[in-house]
Structure formats: structure tokens, C-alpha cells
């Protein structure tokens, strides 16, 4: 036996329902009886693809952009490794136009739904003929456009059918250790696959096929290095000490992370006191509010869970992470939260601190990955 959409073939997972077999391994995206086969579905793409970017791209850019279609012409899947604030998705704009002005179809998928809606804005402006459409949970009414953007749980509605997938942040929640998700992912292609990321770690490595390359981009556009984080290895109470004393005198933007909600709840509730300040964390009802208000330097200091470690682009921002070697901050996610650091032109530096009692090889391997980019 096995699955037809998530290849697992463990019988122990397979259940004799009414209708017959089915797999439970993938049921949660919708029971798929054994013998039932998936539905081809097929689609007219619009071919006026062409695209309109409203700034240009820098040679690094240019070359990464050129390479990238070369590979998948040339049959290779992709992996796009490029340093956080590089313009991923500007590079895959050639891509995107290449295949779609042949006819074939094409699909963007990561992982957050808040990322799917500023995406769809995104390409809707940069194809201005295309029908792109957006898909997420609650969401998913229209399922067939000219360009798709979607959650990656949503690719489970899709069978051999995109002639090119890429795979944002492949690296974090919720592709991380998930073979069902991954395995569903690629069953949603017939073609190539360009997984991209700012941090690919060798266990990812060995899912992808063999004829997989990877391209690197080590610089941001504006040239600047990336900010390698400061270590302060001291006791906590000391930490909360420093932390309190830089937080207090700053007039600087800071985005203060947290290992829980709880905890970002207690800074808040005991900083409120001194300092003008918020918090956010994946159960805040307002959070594009919040995030307004951070924007416009309403506020200077924001408390925050790792609800905030990639997607989102403040300018002119500082950072530190409190317990930075608590579990849930592995190496995908420091190097997303210094990479929020630095990436405006107008702006191209400031502060990353890291904060723990204890060193773990992940501090370690963030900082010297960081410092190696930066050498390239
Ligand atoms: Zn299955």
C-alpha cells in the first residue's frame, strides 16, 4: 500500500473506513480512499506575463535572477539561498514570467497566510495582466488563477500540476520535520522546484533530489554587510538588568524577543511603567495595529514573540533576544531575527544582541554563518 498524495506506505496508517482504505497520515487535508485517484485539473494561463519592477536590480541580483531560469531550463531544481533582505522574490520574477508566458503554471507557496496577502499585493502590481490569486485557510473559495500564491497547506488541492513550485522558508514552521507537508508539496508539481531560504541546514539537504543546485546570495542590494550579532553569556538577572538600562535610555527602535507569550506579556506589563512600549505575540487581536503603530515610530520598543522573526520590514530597527538559547530559537529562526537588522539602503546598520545564561552550538553556528557571509 501506498499513499497516493504523501507517499507514506506504513500500513500501521492505513484504516478500512466504510468507503474502503484510506490514509491517515494526510486525512487531516482531506480523506483520500487508496484506490481513488487525484484528479488532474488543467487550466488556461494567461500568456502576457511581462512585468514591471519598480526599482531595478542590482548585478548581484541580475546574476542569481539569470542563473536561476538557466537551471530550471537546464532540468535542475533549485534551492535559492540568499542572505535575509537579498530580494528573493524579485529574483524569481524571471522565472515566473518565463513559464508563464509559455502557458505553464506557476506557484508561490510559504508558509504564513499574513505573508500570502502582502505577496499577492506584491505580484499583483508587478504583473498588472495577470489574474494572481491568493489562497489560505479560510480563503480558498477560487483555487485556479494565472499565478497562484498560497500557504503551503493549501497545496493539497493541487495534483501534478504546476510546471514550476517555489517553496518559500522551507527551513521553518511548518515544513520543518514535516514529511507529510513536504511529500504533498511536491506531489502539487509536475515540474521543477525552487526551494528557497536564508538558512538551509544539511538535514533538509538530503530531502531534496539529486540534480538539485544551489545558488547563493551573499550580499543585500545596497552592498552593506550583514550585522553580526553581539553574545552576552551572563547570568539572567543580569541580562534583565542591561536589558532594562539599554531599554530605558534608548531613543532607538528596538524589537525585544521573547521565548513565550507569557513572558512578552510580563516584560510589557512591567515596562509599561517606564517606558512607551507594546507587545505582540500570535494571540494579540490587533496585530496589524500594533505593527502600524511600530512602523510609524508611535512606539519605539516592541515586545515580541517569534511571531515577528521573518517577513516583516521595519526600518532603521535594532534587536534582542532575551534566553536566545531557549529550544524554540534554533538556528533558522536567530538568523531570520538578526537578518530583520540592517536591510534598508537608508539604514544598513544596527544592533543585534543576543542574551543567554548558557551557549549552545546554535548561537554559535548563527554567528559564524553570519560572519562567513559576510567574507564571501
Ligand atoms: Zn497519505
Redesign the pocket.
Known amino acids: 500500500m501506498r499513499?497516493?498524495?504523501?507517499?507514506?506506505q506504513k500500513e500501521i496508517?492505513f484504516y478500512l473506513g466504510s468507503k474502503g482504505y484510506y490514509?491517515?497520515?494526510?486525512?487531516n487535508f482531506k480523506r483520500?480512499l487508496l484506490e481513488e485517484e487525484l484528479i488532474v485539473n488543467d487550466y488556461n494561463v494567461n500568456k502576457n506575463a511581462d512585468y514591471q519592477l519598480p526599482f531595478i536590480l542590482t548585478d548581484n541580483q541580475l546574476k542569481i535572477s539569470e542563473s536561476l531560469l538557466e537551471n530550471l531550463i537546464n532540468g535542475n531544481d533549485v534551492v535559492l539561498n540568499c542572505v535575509c533582505g537579498a530580494g528573493k522574490t524579485e529574483i524569481t520574477l524571471k522565472a515566473i514570467s518565463y513559464y508563464l508566458k509559455k502557458g505553464l503554471k506557476v506557484c508561490f507557496a510559504i508558509s504564513r497566510k499574513e505573508v500570502v496577502v502582502q505577496l499577492h499585493q506584491r505580484f499583483s502590481n508587478y504583473f498588472k495582466d495577470l489574474k494572481v490569486i491568493k489562497l489560505y485557510g479560510g480563503n480558498c473559495k477560487e483555487v485556479y488563477g494565472d499565478l497562484i500564491i498560497c500557504t503551503c497547506h493549501q497545496l493539497y488541492r493541487y495534483y501534478k500540476y504546476f510546471d514550476l513550485l517555489i517553496l518559500d522558508e522551507v527551513d521553518a514552521f511548518p515544513f520543518k520535520n514535516n514529511d507529510?507537508l513536504f511529500n504533498i508539496a511536491l506531489n502539487s508539481c509536475k515540474g521543477r522546484v525552487v526551494y528557497s531560504s536564508a538558512t538551509i541546514e544539511q538535514d533538509l539537504k538530503a530531502k531534496f533530489k539529486i540534480n538539485t543546485v544551489e545558488l547563493r546570495l551573499n550580499k543585500r542590494p545596497h552592498n552593506y554587510n550583514l550585522i553580526v550579532p553581539k553574545l552576552f553569556w551572563l547570568p539572567k538577572f543580569i541580562s534583565l538588568i542591561i536589558i532594562f538600562l539599554i531599554l530605558l535610555k534608548t531613543k532607538e527602535k528596538w524589537l525585544v524577543f521573547l521565548s513565550t507569550k507569557n513572558k512578552t506579556l510580563k516584560f510589557y506589563q512591567f515596562f509599561k511603567y517606564f517606558i512607551k512600549c507594546d507587545y505582540i505575540t500570535s494571540s494579540s487581536l490587533n496585530k496589524e495595529l500594533i505593527i502600524d503603530k511600530f512602523e510609524q515610530n508611535k512606539i519605539n520598543i516592541l515586545f515580541t514573540t517569534s511571531i515577528l522573526e521573518r517577513g516583516v520590514t521595519f526600518e532603521n530597527v535594532n534587536v534582542m533576544v532575551f534566553e536566545s538559547n531557549d529550544d524554540i530559537f534554533d538556528v533558522s529562526s536567530l538568523t531570520q531575527i538578526a537578518g530583520r537588522v540592517g536591510r534598508s539602503k537608508n539604514y544598513p546598520f544596527g544592533k543585534v544582541y543576543f542574551f543567554f545564561d548558557f551557549i549552545n552550538k546554535e548561537i554559535i553556528e548563527v554567528k559564524n554563518t553570519i560572519i562567513n557571509r559576510n567574507l564571501d
Open positions: 499513499c497516493k498524495r504523501c507517499f507514506n496508517y490514509c491517515r497520515k494526510c486525512s483520500l507529510v
